[in-house]
């Protein structure tokens, strides 16, 4: 995934692609000192980035991959896939920088075109037959990694994987990456209010499937 930095930098690399991105979100997240901040930062690279600056984009890359990556990884559930994933979308914002609101954080709006390209990504690749990797996402093990090696963590994966698709991302960048509501509404498109209803069904759904593990019978699970 190195080279994910430099792939868009190169004219013939740049393929067309397309791109479902709504650059207006229903709510407008607080504006924290943190999220000026970065919103100012993220508005001078992208001018820059505009003006014909690759090394501004780079910088842009550098900041948001990690997150990109690890989006992307719970969206299609292989290494590969979701550093190709990553790439794609970051062709994607280059070629659709233009679009960009100045004065919003890049990075909400880069996970939405990982977010849109990963779901196109899963339905192409709907019949493939590779079974997930269990490595983590990324060299230094993350909280879900070390759970993930325990037999808790297995059930808890079984469990997960009933809840749909979106109610998954949400309680995972709520519990895991420890994104507040309005965040997590950002980069999906929903209403702060909306993401705090899908978390509480998604755990009221996963009290109910963890019981039948753990002994509890009245959707609690036992400690």
């Known amino acids: 995934m190195g080279q994910a930095a430099r792939r868009w930098s190169k004219g013939a690399a740049r393929p067309t692609v397309s ?20 919103a100012e930062r993220d508005g001078a690279l992208v001018r820059r980035a505009r003006a014909g600056d690759q090394s501004a984009f780079d910088l842009l890359v550098r900041a948001y991959m990690e997150q990109a990556f690890r989006v992307a990884y719970r969206v299609v559930g292989h290494r590969e896939d979701a550093e190709d994933l990553v790439q794609e979308s970051f062709l994607a914002a280059y070629q659709y920088l233009d679009s960009f609101e100045i004065g919003r954080p890049f990075g909400p709006w880069l996970i939405r075109i990982v977010l849109n390209r990963g779901s196109n990504l899963r339905r192409s690749r709907a019949r493939r037959t590779m079974e997930p990797e269990t490595d983590g996402v990324s060299e230094a093990p993350s909280a879900l ?3 993930e090696r325990s037999d808790t963590g297995k059930i808890l994966q079984q469990a997960l994987a009933t809840l749909s698709d979106r109610q998954r991302l949400i309680v995972t960048m709520f519990d895991v990456d420890g994104l507040t509501s309005s ?14 209803w899908h978390l509480h069904e998604a755990r009221r759904h996963l009290r109910g499937v963890l019981a039948h593990f753990f002994g509890g019978d009245d959707g609690r699970i036992e400690g």
């Open 19 to 38: 791109l479902s991105v709504s650059v207006n979100v229903p709510v407008e997240p607080a504006q924290t000192p943190e999220r000026v901040a970065a």
């Open 145 to 147: 990694d070390e759970t």
């Open 183 to 196: 965040e997590i509404g950002e980069m999906l498109e929903l209403a702060p209010g909306t993401v705090r």
